[in-house]
């Protein structure tokens, strides 16, 4: 247990206390697939539902959980946030849609719970948007890909 940061030598959760760390630049970039039917796929890609256009919206929602990190994973820190891309691409091979998120921030802690953040709130919202189309969508494969900045360097995740 003497590697998690947020656990205390005594075993109770903590806040990591970050104040005499340096502030960097900090960049993280995060991805995640939502699968779905044809029926709902060609659904999301014209853009038109009762609802309105779930890519813009689900677009729109990752920014915004990224900006509620904070307030929806206990221990982390709430951060100036200085740039959120939330993106969406259609792959009609996979009837599924990757999404992505890089949030960036100058501070004194990482921003890869924010860009998972995001790419989870898009992708619960493209479910919302489409659940009555296809309620067996699967959401899958979210995980951070890059992260720079801080005392640890960059990190990309292996390809293979």
């Not at 960049?27 to 939502?34: C, E, K, N, P, S």
Request: aromatic share 4%; proline share 4%; hydrophobic share 40%.
């Amino acid at each position: 247990m003497s590697d998690l940061t947020h656990i205390g030598p005594d075993g109770r959760a903590r806040m990591v206390d970050v104040s005499d760390k340096s502030e960097t630049t900090r960049v993280a970039l995060a991805h995640g697939f939502v699968r779905m039917s044809e029926a709902a796929f060609d659904a999301a890609v014209g853009r038109d539902t009762k609802k309105g256009d779930p890519i813009a919206i689900a677009e729109l929602a990752g920014i915004m959980a990224a900006k509620k990190t904070s307030d929806l994973i206990p221990l982390c820190h709430p951060l100036p946030i200085s740039g959120v891309k939330v993106e969406i691409r259609a792959d009609a091979a996979k009837s599924q849609f990757e999404v992505t998120a890089r949030v960036k921030t100058t501070g004194k802690t990482g921003v890869e719970m924010e860009a998972l953040t995001a790419v989870s709130g898009a992708c619960l919202t493209l479910y919302d948007m489409l659940k009555a189309v296809d309620k067996s969508m699967q959401i899958h494969g979210i995980e951070l890909l890059e992260k720079t900045g801080g005392k640890s360097g960059t990190y990309r995740k292996p390809t293979g």
